[in-house]
C-alpha cells in the first residue's frame, strides 16, 4: 500500500466537496474493497451515496499490464481480481475521470462490469477531441509551447496532416530555430534527440501546406531565474549568450501569433508560452489566452486548451470561462491528441463477452 496521504485522501477532498456540491450527507468508508465495505453497502439506506477510499492507496490497482485486467491480488478477501472486488459492491461502471484513462490502472479497466459508461466529464472531453482529431472547423491553427519536445513532437507529429497553421513557442521553439536557422540559444532547453528529423519534418510541412509559425524575438534573463531577474529583448538574429535562456516570446513575436488565431475558427493550444510562473514573463501566454478567448466570443471559434499549464494559465488569468473547453487531462489529452488510444476509454468499447473468463468467484 502506497504511504496514507490526506490531500489525496477520498475524505479530506471529494467527501468534503461532494457534500456541499450535493447537500447530502455522504458516507465514507476508508477501505475500497472487501466483506467490511460490503456489508455497509449493502445495510446503507436507498438513496444513500457512498464514497470509498481513494484506489491510489492500494497496491492492486496499479498493477494492471495489459487491457485483459488479468493482474490478480492477494488481500484478505482473498484471491480475486480488483475489478471483480470493485464489481461485488456495485451494478454498473462509470468512468469520469479524463485525467487518468491513459493509465493502464486495474479499476479503469473496468473488466467485471457488464455495464460499463463514460460520465459527464469524459463523455465532453472525447467529444472536444473527436472534433479536434477528426472534424475541425476551417481554419484550423493548433498552438504549441512549453519545454518538452520528445513528449510534444509525437503530437506535432500527428496533427501536421489535420490542420492548417501551427504556432511552436515556448521553449519548444529554440530546438527548431538552433536546426533551422542556426540561432545561438544560450542555456535554452534545447534536444538533442529530436533535432536531426525537423528539417525533415518542415519539409514535410511545406508538401502538406501547413502553415509553421517560430517565434522572431524574445524577452531573455539570466539564471537563476527570479521575479526580480533582468530582461532583455533579443530577435533570433542576435541569438541569446551563454548564462541567458529565453524566457517569454517577444512584442513582434506575439503580434504574429495574434494575427494566426485571428484567422482560426479552430484552436487547439497545448503548452504555455513562457515561464508564465514569473510575472516578468507571463506576457506572451495571457496575450495568447486573451486573443484566443476574443476568437470564441466574438467569432464563434471553438477553442480547446489542453495540458496542465496551458489550464493553469486559464485559471490564473480567468480564462477558464472565456475558451470553449479547457481539458481536465494533462497526459492523457497529450496521449490523445499524439493519435494513442487510451485504456479507460477503450475498455468501455469492448463487449462485455471478452472479458467474463478474467472473472475469479470467491463465494
Same mark, same amino acid.
Given at each position: ?12 477532498? /471529494?467527501?468534503?466537496?461532494? @457534500? *456541499?456540491? %450535493? ?5 465514507? !468508508?476508508? &477501505?475500497?474493497?472487501? $466483506? ?81 459508461? /463514460?460520465?459527464?466529464?469524459? @463523455? *465532453?472531453? %472525447? ?5 479536434? !482529431?477528426? &472534424?475541425?472547423?476551417? $481554419? ?224
Amino acid at each position: 500500500m502506497r504511504r496514507y496521504d490526506e490531500q489525496v485522501s477520498g475524505e479530506s477532498r /471529494a467527501c468534503k466537496s461532494s @457534500k *456541499k456540491l %450535493l447537500c447530502q450527507q455522504v458516507i465514507f !468508508l476508508n &477501505d475500497c474493497i472487501g $466483506p467490511e465495505v460490503e456489508d455497509k453497502c449493502r445495510q446503507s439506506p436507498q438513496g444513500s451515496l457512498i464514497l470509498l477510499e481513494n484506489l491510489y492507496f492500494f497496491p492492486e490497482e496499479n498493477t494492471g499490464n495489459n487491457l485483459n485486467g488479468s493482474n490478480t491480488i492477494l488481500t484478505k478477501v482473498g484471491t480475486i481480481t480488483l475489478q471483480y472486488a470493485l464489481r461485488r459492491i456495485a451494478d454498473v461502471f462509470i468512468n469520469d475521470s479524463f485525467s487518468t484513462s491513459y493509465l493502464l490502472d486495474s479499476s479503469m479497466l473496468c473488466n467485471a462490469f457488464e455495464v460499463r459508461a /463514460a460520465g459527464l466529464v469524459l @463523455k *465532453k472531453e %472525447l467529444e472536444y477531441f473527436q472534433r479536434a !482529431l477528426h &472534424d475541425p472547423q476551417r $481554419p484550423y491553427l493548433v498552438i504549441f509551447g512549453g519545454a518538452k519536445l520528445m513528449e510534444k513532437m509525437k503530437i506535432i507529429e500527428n496533427m501536421l496532416p489535420i490542420v492548417d497553421e501551427m504556432i511552436i513557442g515556448g521553449s519548444l521553439a529554440f530546438t527548431f530555430l538552433k536546426v533551422l536557422k542556426g540561432m545561438k540559444i544560450g542555456d535554452s532547453v534545447y534536444c538533442e534527440k529530436t533535432a536531426p528529423y525537423l528539417k525533415d519534418f518542415i519539409q514535410r510541412a511545406i508538401a502538406l501546406k501547413v502553415t509553421i509559425h517560430l517565434p522572431v524575438d524574445f524577452y531573455i534573463t539570466k539564471i537563476p531565474v527570479t521575479d526580480n531577474s533582468e530582461a532583455k529583448l533579443v530577435h533570433v538574429a542576435d541569438g541569446i549568450p551563454k548564462e541567458w535562456l529565453g524566457a517569454d516570446i517577444g512584442d513582434t513575436s506575439l503580434k504574429l501569433f495574434k494575427d494566426a488565431i485571428c484567422r482560426a475558427n479552430f484552436i487547439v493550444w497545448n503548452g504555455p508560452m513562457g515561464l508564465y510562473e514569473y510575472s516578468l514573463f507571463t506576457k506572451g501566454s495571457q496575450g495568447i489566452l486573451d486573443t484566443v478567448g476574443e476568437m470564441t466570443k466574438n467569432n464563434h471559434a471553438i477553442t480547446i486548451l489542453s495540458g496542465e499549464d496551458t489550464a493553469a494559465c486559464a485559471s490564473l488569468w480567468g480564462g477558464e470561462s472565456k475558451v470553449s473547453h479547457v481539458s481536465t487531462g494533462g497526459l492523457a489529452s497529450v496521449k490523445i491528441l499524439a493519435g494513442e488510444a487510451l485504456p479507460g476509454v477503450v475498455t468501455l468499447r469492448r463487449p462485455f463477452s471478452h472479458l467474463k473468463a478474467n472473472l475469479c468467484l470467491y463465494d
